[in-house]
């Protein structure tokens, strides 16, 4: 299951960096109870509605290289929990590029015979935090 969850992820990066919408919606789970809390906006319900919003994402960020700079996986029941952080890559137009650093917090599990994720939550610290 951790072996499969692992796969998930490293589909989704790598659909990402290439611009790939297809690539990155084959990663969730499609079906109007998917859930996607982006640091980018309260939340994405649905297949459709998360579809949108990467689609946006890959359009207004052209070139963005995301990594997972640390993953954790937990196997409880039929699902794995994930959680870690990530790091994002924008070019800018000064030729700087700029880093975003968050945290993530994933579900995922078999679904029409295959893993996805079904709750994925990304966020970034509040830098009035610090």
Known sequence: MIAAARDVDR???DSYNRGDI???MSNYWKSPDLIVYPPTALEAR???AVREMMERGLANAPGAKLELTESRYQASGDLVICWGKW???LPSKDGFPFTI???YTSLKAQRDGKWVFILDHASIP???AQ
Do not use: A, I, Q, S
Request: glycine share 16%.
């Open 11 to 13: 589909h989704l990066v």
């Open 22 to 24: 297809d690539g990155v």
């Open 46 to 48: 649905g297949w459709n």
């Open 87 to 89: 790091r994002m890559t």
């Open 101 to 103: 650093e968050g945290r």
């Open 126 to 128: 509040w830098p009035l």
